[in-house]
């Protein structure tokens, strides 16, 4: 029992401690919070005091501003207000003098509707009297057309028929003189004897004895053993696949008919051919490997060719296309003619030409040599040469001038330069010139009827004879029906029509004979 009360005591005693110990905390926490409360209240008191301070000289400040922007906007307005009386009193001025100058223009206008007014009034005046006279006139021409119809005992519209017939005899008597005399000026003119007299002394410098050619269109193979020809069907078949061109064995089967319009082709075939008649192939492959060789062998000899023509001629090379088809010149001919060496021949001329006239001879030979380079290629693309020709070389970098040139040496395009010229002049030359082209038999005669006809076909023609191997025709007509303006007509018309119908080399003279014969019987 005494042990419990003691304990109780002690237990007491802390309780009580404790409790004073927390009531002595909490009276300090107090008093610090009540410290705090006036510090943050004194704080927020000097807070609001600057806040006062700042709020005050901020709008002290934007009093000042303001102030002073009123005062500038102020002075500029005052300034504005100044310029635009100045613009004011000088527009007053202005409008006060365009008043009196208005003033004075009124004036001047008022005189002059006065003198317009009096003007005018003369004007109706003078229009009465002049359709006065108009009146008097007219009634005096009446009067002097009846006086004149009745002396002259025709009538006002057959007298202007009579005069317009004798007016349109004079005009053409004077047209006919004017074209008599151009004639006969052209052909004794200075400008044509020149124009001869270098054509002889170019044909004079240049010398070439050229063959006439052909292609051989027939091979010959050999008799045939035990009913096969010497070179078999399957190779020739072969060979024309090739060469592009078409092989034709005979009914004897001892001879191949080359057809085709490549030149190339038909050299590469006959190559073939011989190749294989000398040592024939094994077998397909074999003939396939010795016809591409002799096809590269001959695509190397046509460059051969062609350098050769430009370093004969001494002009820079050209496009390898083009010198390639220049190659290819040597195995086309035109009328028996080789035309690898008639190209040649007219560069020649055609730079002879032009050193004659001053002009460039290297130009003018390399023109020449290209005129004809598209009838290499007549077999592939349809057209004209002559474009073909010009077309390709303007693709392959020529100058304008070389391709106009070859594309006007047969009047396809229009001639650009003295060059063209120059070329259709040379190629005229070295095809008409004698031994040149050889023509047939039947197509001599033929030329010959087709230049008859034509003439004959014309209503005024009485006879037309063709002479000179048909570079002349002679025309003869009735005295009565064509007179001499008439004849001149005709032979223009005979002209034009035949070189619109028939292709010939050079020119045909058109001489039309109008003969008048006066006979009487003696006795």
């Not at 070389?393 to 001639?415: K, M, S, Y």
């Amino acid at each position: 029992m005494p042990i419990s009360l003691t304990m109780a005591a002690a237990a007491t005693a802390t309780i009580g401690a404790a409790v004073g110990i927390a009531l002595g905390r909490w009276r300090r926490s107090r008093e610090h919070a009540q410290a705090a409360r006036e510090a943050m209240h004194s704080e927020a008191e000097f807070i609001k005091r600057q806040a006062v301070d700042e709020s005050r000289g901020r709008v002290l400040k934007a009093e000042v501003e303001a102030r002073q922007e009123g005062l500038a906007r102020r002075q500029s307005a005052e300034e504005r207000l100044n310029g635009l009386s100045l613009r004011l009193e000088k527009t007053v001025l202005r409008n006060a003098k365009l008043e009196a100058t208005l003033t004075v223009r009124r004036g001047e206008v008022t005189r002059s509707r006065s003198v317009v007014e009096k003007r005018e009034q003369t004007v109706r005046e003078l229009e009465k009297q002049v359709s006065a006279i108009r009146a008097e006139v007219s009634k005096g021409e009446v009067d002097a057309r009846k006086q004149l119809e009745i002396s002259c005992g025709l009538s006002s519209q057959e007298m202007r028929q009579l005069l317009v017939s004798r007016a349109l005899e004079g005009a053409q008597g004077d047209a006919a003189n004017v074209v008599r005399q151009a004639e006969q000026l052209t052909a004794g003119s200075e400008q044509i004897r020149m124009s001869k007299r270098i054509l002889g002394v170019s044909i004079g410098r240049f010398h070439g004895h050229y063959l006439t050619e052909r292609h051989q269109s027939l091979v010959l193979l050999g008799e045939a053993r035990r009913g096969r020809p010497a070179v078999a069907p399957e190779a020739i078949a072969l060979i024309a696949e090739i060469s592009g061109v078409q092989l034709t064995l005979n009914e004897e089967m001892d001879a191949v008919r080359l057809e085709g319009l490549d030149g190339v082709g038909r050299e590469v075939a006959r190559r073939c051919l011989s190749r294989c008649l000398k040592r024939p192939a094994r077998n397909a492959e074999e003939l396939r490997r010795v016809a591409l060789n002799q096809k590269e062998q001959l695509s190397k000899e046509l460059l051969d060719l062609g350098r050769k023509a430009f370093s004969a001629l001494r002009i820079p090379r050209a496009h390898p296309e083009i010198v390639d088809l220049v190659g290819r010149l040597n195995y086309r001919t035109s009328f028996t003619q080789n035309q690898w060496k008639h190209a040649v021949e007219v560069a020649f001329l055609c730079g002879m030409m032009a050193e004659e006239l001053g002009l460039d001879s290297r130009i003018a030979r390399r023109a020449a040599l290209m005129h004809d380079i598209g009838k290499a290629l007549t077999h592939e693309i349809d057209g004209s040469h002559a474009v073909i020709g010009a077309d390709i070389a303007r693709r392959l970098g020529e100058a304008e001038i070389v391709a106009n040139a070859i594309g006007a040496h047969h009047t396809d395009e229009p001639f650009n330069s003295p060059y063209a010229y120059l070329v259709a002049a040379a190629d005229a030359l070295s095809g008409a010139r004698p031994g040149a082209r050889r023509q047939t038999e039947d197509n001599y005669v033929g030329k010959i009827s087709d230049l008859e006809r034509i003439t004959r076909g014309f209503r005024e023609v009485q006879e037309a004879f063709a002479v000179q191997g048909g570079r002349e025709v002679r025309v003869y007509v009735n005295e009565d029906r064509v007179d001499d303006l008439g004849a001149i007509d005709l032979s223009g018309r005979l002209a034009k029509t035949i070189s619109e119908e028939m292709t010939f080399p050079g020119q045909i003279r058109v001489t039309v004979i109008r003969e008048f014969r006066a006979e009487e019987n003696a006795g």
